[in-house]
């Protein structure tokens, strides 16, 4: 019988071998180590560690290659990576965490006072967001924008300097040097 290298449990029927790894992946989680095997990742910004990340890619391009969901293994949608079932709960994870992110920032427009979430966004408001960005898109991402943004933001609880605008506002202060015309008014 097997027992956890984090909190010593031991495992026994399947119920309880489902209960036992999302318990784990929670704790060794919480403890900042891979969620996977429990050994600490070198890097900070990911949840498992670089042999566990490099297995989940292997396992994930062996289902897309005989055409089946990366996240539950049965027929993925024609020219897709998952199934619909998995693709509406992505999505559904992604509104949740837009409007967790937009409600911790004012949840409307701090110019104008939209509040209809398609046409709000983050702004930077020091007007730094490119450079923002690509710092942090060279330690984990190719781009740092929407989701990754989103993430990104209530990892660090939501930190200062952040503000939503509409996209309205958020192009005439582009337009503007940093000024919306709404703020001449």
Not at 58 to 80: D, F, H, I, K, L
């Amino acid at each position: 019988m097997k027992t956890c290298s984090v909190c010593g449990s031991r495992r026994t029927s399947p119920e309880k071998q489902k209960q036992y790894a999302a318990t784990r992946r929670v704790r060794a989680k919480s403890l900042g180590l891979c969620s996977v095997c429990c050994k600490r990742p070198k890097d900070d910004a990911f949840s498992t560690c670089d042999p566990c990340r490099a297995r989940q890619r292997r396992y994930a391009a062996n289902r897309v290659s005989r055409g089946q969901c990366t996240g539950c293994g049965s027929m993925a949608r024609a020219g897709a990576q998952s199934c619909l079932a998995c693709h509406t709960a992505r999505l559904g994870r992604y509104a949740a965490l837009k409007a967790n992110v937009f409600q911790a920032y004012g949840g409307s427009c701090a110019c104008c006072g939209e509040s209809q979430s398609d046409f709000l966004a983050i702004d930077h408001v020091e007007n730094n967001g490119a450079d923002h960005r690509r710092e942090l898109a060279g330690k984990r991402y190719k781009s740092m924008t929407g989701v990754h943004m989103y993430r990104w933001l209530k990892k660090n609880e939501f930190p200062d300097g952040f503000q939503v605008l509409c996209h309205n506002c958020n192009f005439s202060k582009h337009l503007n040097g940093g000024k919306c015309v709404h703020e001449n008014d």
